[in-house]
């Protein structure tokens, strides 16, 4: 165990998927009540065009994934209706134009630089790859997301539960949606990061979906919710760490035991809340 | 040459099908779900690869039961939360099997985005099945699946069940796609469907020059990005993705 802990790259996965999973389960308690899952999944697969750029052109991943997440939210405020109705094929429309960026910078990537993986890491996520000051980086970014989160938490809170009546108490609701948008953003690329692009949304969904079948009031339930994110990406990172001497030869993915926990989390929250 | 004919031809019936779908998903307002669902076919290919099943057994049994569990989450949880979860869990059982079976790199990318110029002679029944068979059913269910999306209310009271047009519908979907998917890339499949579908849906009033117009909108964006991908070397799924997108914004901008 003192072995594990003093590796440093899974320090550093510690440390970014903690950072991760705190931001994603504030912000997924939101998200699924604001019903933007879509939203959500269809930026992360925009700032995957980000990482895949990242590695054509060397830079910082955490960079190249902030800079498309960012764009991509400026995607959706252009693209997105006003009414609900036409929200879902936006986000789609979206997400399609993102991956499609993706495929050609990662085809650039293959051709130019050779690197056959390329695309498992950025849609899958690579984790105990990540810089150290990387991790620090991103610990801090959710730090101050956090920060912001917990400022506009109970407008947002009304917003998302009651429309109308947020506009008779003078709140501003497109602000407001901006704002959270941008941190929703935020949150999903320290989770493509972590898991990866496509599987991002487990990590913003999962913890919430579950922390809302099981607490009373809403503190509860995003405290509950990033604890759950929490302990399934350590968890995750734990077994991935054992599962090396289960099936010689063989290696399982980090990003599947950490999607299989929070689905475990989810299914028996279902069940405590049923019996 | 002939094998270049096959890669036009094969796109092209894909392209009928996934016009077809994605008129009635856009109806449906199931866009999320069309995303998710063709990822079913990552773990059913690779379930099939690593448990020695044949591949179409493997393709079809983790599209319907992955289309049945959507449908039955969909009642009790929200939908589009229900539809993320379903789509973790197709994708990690997915990277799993590949993980153990061995071979996970080129999978990958395969999946996502297609190796289209990779098509086999063998596929091609395959999709000239979907090709015609997904239009003809949807032509045939056009009227239920329309009303039991704007109105299941008026459905239930008319003695007609909404819930089995939902099972119907994301069954089709699940396995036109599923079929497609390890041929084309859930990518291209994607926005064959949502970008034609929308503008379609958009354009059309009423449901069936609704559906033509997707499907032929389908076809055109699919060759004309399969036509850039031949001049440029660069992949489909690019041109399909942003020429969705440019439709879509066309199509807003008219209709305002």
Do not use: N
């Not at chain 2, 849906?201 to 055109?220: N, T, Y």
Request: proline share 4%.
């Amino acid at each position: 165990m003192l072995e594990f802990l003093q590796s440093g790259p899974v320090q550093s996965a510690l440390l970014l998927s903690a950072a991760a999973a705190l931001l994603c389960g504030a912000l997924g308690l939101f998200t699924v009540l604001r019903g933007q899952a879509f939203a959500g999944h269809a930026l992360a697969d925009v700032s995957s065009a980000g990482g895949a750029g990242s590695l054509l052109f060397g830079i910082s991943p955490l960079l190249g994934f902030l800079l498309f997440g960012v764009a991509g939210v400026a995607g959706l405020e252009i693209l997105q209706p006003r009414r609900a109705a036409g929200r879902d094929e936006a986000a789609g429309i979206l997400l399609g134009a993102g991956l499609g960026g993706t495929a050609l910078l990662l085809h650039f990537c293959v051709t130019t630089h050779g690197a056959a993986g390329t695309a498992q890491a950025v849609m899958f996520g690579a984790m105990f790859s990540t810089p150290s000051d990387t991790a620090l980086w991103s610990c801090l970014l959710a730090g101050g997301c956090l920060a912001v989160l917990a400022l506009i938490a109970r407008p947002l809170l009304l917003a998302s539960l009651d429309e109308e009546l947020a506009r008779v108490a003078g709140v501003r609701l497109r602000a407001l949606g901006l704002v959270f948008l941008l941190l929703l953003a935020l949150g999903v690329t320290l989770a493509a990061m972590t898991v990866g692009a496509i599987l991002a949304t487990a990590l913003l969904i999962g913890p919430a979906a579950a922390g809302l079948r099981l607490a009373r009031g809403p503190l509860a339930a995003a405290l509950l919710s990033m604890a759950l994110g929490l302990a399934a990406c350590w968890g995750g990172i734990v077994l991935a760490y054992e599962s090396y001497g289960w099936i010689p030869g063989r290696t399982w993915p980090v990003s599947f035991f950490i999607v299989a926990l929070l689905l475990l989390f989810y299914a028996a929250a279902g069940l405590r809340r049923r019996a | 040459m002939s094998y270049l004919v096959e890669i036009w031809l094969a796109v092209g019936l894909v392209a009928l099908a996934a016009g077809a779908a994605g008129y009635i998903v856009v109806i449906r307002r199931a866009g999320f779900a069309a995303h998710a669902l063709p990822m079913a076919a990552f773990p059913g290919a690779a379930a099939a690869s690593l448990f020695g099943f044949p591949l179409w057994a493997g393709l079809a049994g983790v599209a319907l039961s992955g289309a049945g569990l959507l449908a039955l989450v969909q009642r009790t949880a929200r939908r589009d939360a229900a539809t993320a979860l379903l789509l973790a869990l197709l994708l990690a059982v997915g990277a799993l099997c590949l993980s153990l079976s061995g071979h996970y790199a080129g999978s990958v990318y395969g999946l996502l985005f297609g190796q289209v110029f990779a098509l086999g002679t063998e596929d091609l029944p395959v999709l000239g099945v979907i090709g015609l068979c997904v239009p003809v059913l949807l032509f045939l269910a056009l009227r239920p699946l329309s009303l039991s999306a704007l109105s299941p209310e008026l459905m239930r009271v008319q003695g007609g069940r909404p819930f089995a047009m939902e099972v119907f519908f994301l069954a089709v979907l699940a396995l036109a796609a599923g079929f497609a998917v390890p041929v084309t890339g859930a990518l291209l499949v994607f926005s064959l469907m949502l970008g034609p579908g929308a503008a379609a849906a958009r354009l059309c009033g009423s449901p069936l020059p609704g559906l033509a117009l997707a499907m032929g909108l389908a076809l055109g964006l699919a060759w004309a990005g399969l036509g850039l991908a031949f001049l440029t070397d660069w992949p489909v799924g690019f041109f399909t993705g942003v020429g969705a997108a440019a439709i879509y914004l066309l199509v807003r901008v008219k209709t305002g």
